[in-house]
């Protein structure tokens, strides 16, 4: 008799990605300048251009309300897509994996962010730096561990045979 499927729990991948893109925005926002330099509206700058291009990134790196509108909305769509994605892959393996698998992940969003969205975002690439790195990491961890904490285990109805 076939084994029935453990489902992805949908509402505990979004409140992983909500809490898990808090968490890295913060880190990103107030420990990266520190060891980087600059400050934290580089870095919302940096979402921003994403949607709105590389003019949004020239000097000087205040306060600009269609930059952190377009930011913020940048960053929480992608965490929002990374948390579902760390969830389709960690939900059946529970709380000490689902956190180390998410910090794999995060590694390797990393890696697809610097290496290969820097090709057509080059301005990313000078975000390689070990701190951004390991704010990846803590994005995966608490994604996983997020997820895994709320996680509600459902598991896909199998047809019943006569």
């Known amino acids: ?5 453990q489902l992805v729990d949908w509402s505990s ?16 926002l107030f420990w ?12 919302i700058r940096l979402f921003a251009s994403i949607l709105l291009g590389s003019d949004v990134l020239a000097p000087p790196a205040t306060m600009h309300v269609g930059a952190l509108i377009a930011g913020l909305m940048t960053h929480f769509t992608l965490s929002l897509l990374y948390a579902c994605m760390i969830a389709f892959l960690i939900h ?7 956190m180390f698998l998410g910090m794999v992940i995060g590694a390797a969003i990393y890696v697809v962010n610097i290496y290969t969205v820097s090709l057509l975002f080059p301005w990313f690439f000078t975000m390689r730096h070990t701190g951004f790195l390991i704010t990846h990491l803590l994005f ?3 994604a996983g561990g997020v997820y895994e904490t709320l996680e509600v285990e459902e598991f ?4 019943t045979t006569k």
């Open 1 to 5: 008799m076939d084994k029935p499927k």
């Open 13 to 28: 991948a979004f409140w992983a990605g909500l809490i898990a893109g808090i968490v890295f925005l913060l880190a990103n």
């Open 32 to 43: 990266l300048p520190q060891l980087m330099g600059g400050n934290a509206w580089v870095v």
């Open 92 to 98: 059946r393996w529970g709380l000490i994996t689902g």
């Open 140 to 142: 995966g961890l608490v």
């Open 156 to 159: 896909e109805k199998l047809p």
